[in-house]
Structure formats: structure tokens, C-alpha cells
């Protein structure tokens, strides 16, 4: 085998190594850690999902992903929580 048909080979099999744990954590079962300090998913010490499940009795809680404007779609309806370290910036 050439280099050309190695490096098709490992590009083959690095693009598709990704779809096949997707795969694998899909059929056993598995759920990935979510370990993103301050995130309303990380069930850790230094994540908010118990918050999140406290405000979900009685609230929806939804995470931003997008721009600010989606805050406005609510019509005044909604409360922006920003969380994070107490930490100076330069």
C-alpha cells in the first residue's frame, strides 16, 4: 500500500470513529459526562443542575445557546440567570 491509500484509510476510519461511539453509547445505554463548570447539566459539585431541578417544579428552564434575542421572545415573561466564578478580568 501507497501512502495515498494509508491516509485514506485513517481519514475513513477517523471520520467514522465518531459515529460509531454514538452508536455504542446509543445501544448500551451510556450517557456521557456533561462536565462544564457552571452548567445546569453537571450533576458535580461544581455544577447547577440541582438548581435547575429546584426551579423546575414549577418553572421551564431553558438553556441559551443562541444570540440575546432569544430572551426577547419572551415577551418580558422570563428571567436571565448568568452564572460564573467570582473572578477579576484584565
Sequence with gaps: MG???????????????????LAGYTLIGAEPVYAH?????NEDWNGLSEFRT???????????Q??????TRE????????MGPVKDFS
Excluded: C, H
Design 66 to 71: 443562541a444570540s440575546m434575542s432569544v430572551f
Design 54 to 64: 429546584a426551579i423546575e417544579d414549577t418553572r421551564e428552564v431553558l438553556s441559551i
Design 37 to 41: 463548570d457552571f452548567s445546569i447539566y
Design 3 to 21: 501512502w495515498k491509500e494509508i491516509l485514506q484509510v485513517v481519514l475513513f476510519l477517523l471520520s467514522w470513529v465518531p459515529v460509531g461511539m
Design 75 to 82: 415577551n418580558g415573561s422570563a428571567v436571565l440567570v448568568i
